[in-house]
């Protein structure tokens, strides 16, 4: 059982950075780590994703360049660097994990967090 506990949202300008945080309680080592993103009246997106060693990463395109993913396992935390954000970034973020030496893209992980809130001012 893996529970996970989102930060670091928040208001910014648009060109401006946040960096998001996913604490995780459990055994999180061998979990595959993602991050996914809905904004209002839209379905579920995904973001990034880390593979359970923290060597192979993965992004969505709309994202690509400008976001990074990484973890801490010693801290059991994941971290969502966004720089360069726009309007269209505004969403509420997600942590999930899923217990797999894979790297999902998809949005069939094994856990959630409850998320937090990114708005991007223009």
């Known amino acids: 059982q893996v529970q996970l506990v989102e930060s670091g949202g928040g208001l910014v300008q648009a060109g401006g950075s946040l960096r998001l945080s996913c604490a995780a309680s459990?055994?999180?080592?061998?979990?595959?780590m993602g991050w996914f993103r809905q904004a209002p009246g839209e379905e579920r997106e995904f973001v990034a994703a880390v593979n359970w060693n923290g060597r192979r990463t993965y992004y969505a395109d709309s994202v690509k360049g400008r976001f990074t993913i990484s973890r801490d396992d010693a801290k059991n935390t994941v971290f969502l660097q966004m720089n360069s954000l726009k309007p269209e970034d505004t969403a509420v973020y997600y942590c999930?994990?899923?217990?797999?030496?894979?790297?999902?893209?998809?949005?069939?992980?094994?856990?959630w967090g409850q998320g937090t809130r990114v708005t991007v001012s223009s």
């Open positions: 999930a994990a899923e217990l797999t030496y894979g790297l999902p893209v998809s949005d069939d992980y094994d856990y």
């Open positions: 459990g055994t999180f080592s061998d979990y595959a």
